[in-house]
T-cell receptor, first 112, second 115 residues
């Protein structure tokens, strides 16, 4: 039982490049989330999903897209990376909206 | 907009000192309350949570928190900290708004325990 896993762990991009971050959970959770963590700002919700095939915008969705084609996977895409997207990205999952969220180890992204 | 305020961004204590980290929120309706912890180099994990019942909640590693509804507060406490408690602590409030639950996070408090 791996919980929530994220790949890659670390990535360096040049401005304008694209990439996809993968999140996988093996707990059969309906809800999945993508956050970014920046110093002094806590966690900010980028996008979330309430089930397979559904996605919704969070607090800071601009510049990101997501897909949830399979219940266990939640992908975060950056179409054209910008230096402002340098951050640590965390994926989380939960059985429902009110319950504890379980976090992955994070992806550290540097955009030059 | 609803918000969660953690008053101290950095706290430095010596081992065996008592700890209290403040958390206040602005939402007046029904809430579920959480404290998460992020140890250096690790992912966030749940420390404790409050949904209903006894407002004094006990969590892992000797931590506890008290929900005071009249003060919109959910402060985290530990009577005697250890070096291994060095971490960043996040308060989060799950509030029902606009026909949906939203989890609102505080900015975090970095706790450093001097051995």
């Amino acid at each position: 039982n791996a919980g929530v896993t994220q790949t890659p762990k670390f990535r360096v991009l040049k401005t304008g490049q694209s990439m996809t971050l993968l999140c996988a959970q093996d707990m059969n959770h309906e809800y999945m989330y993508w956050y970014r963590q920046d110093p002094g700002m806590g966690l900010r919700l980028i996008h979330y999903s309430v089930g397979e095939g559904t996605t919704a915008k969070g607090e800071v969705p601009d510049g990101y897209n997501v897909s949830r084609l399979k219940k266990q996977n939640f992908l975060l895409g950056l179409e054209s990376a910008a230096p402002s997207q340098t951050s640590v990205y965390f994926c989380a999952s939960s059985p429902d909206q009110t319950e504890t969220q379980y976090f992955g180890p994070g992806t550290r992204l540097l955009v030059l | 907009a609803q918000s969660v305020s953690q008053h101290n961004h950095h706290v430095i204590l010596s081992e065996a000192a008592s700890l209290e980290l403040g958390c206040n929120y602005s939402y007046g309706g029904t809430v579920n309350l959480f404290w998460y912890v992020q140890y250096p180099g690790q992912h966030l994990q749940l420390l404790l949570k409050y949904f209903s019942g006894d407002p004094l909640v006990k969590g892992i590693k000797g931590f506890e928190a008290e929900f005071i509804k009249s003060k919109f507060s959910f402060n985290l406490r530990k009577p005697s900290v250890q070096w291994s408690d060095t971490a960043e602590y996040f308060c989060a409030v799950n509030a029902y708004m606009d026909s949906n639950y939203q989890l609102i996070w505080g900015a975090g408090t970095k706790l450093i325990i001097k051995p």
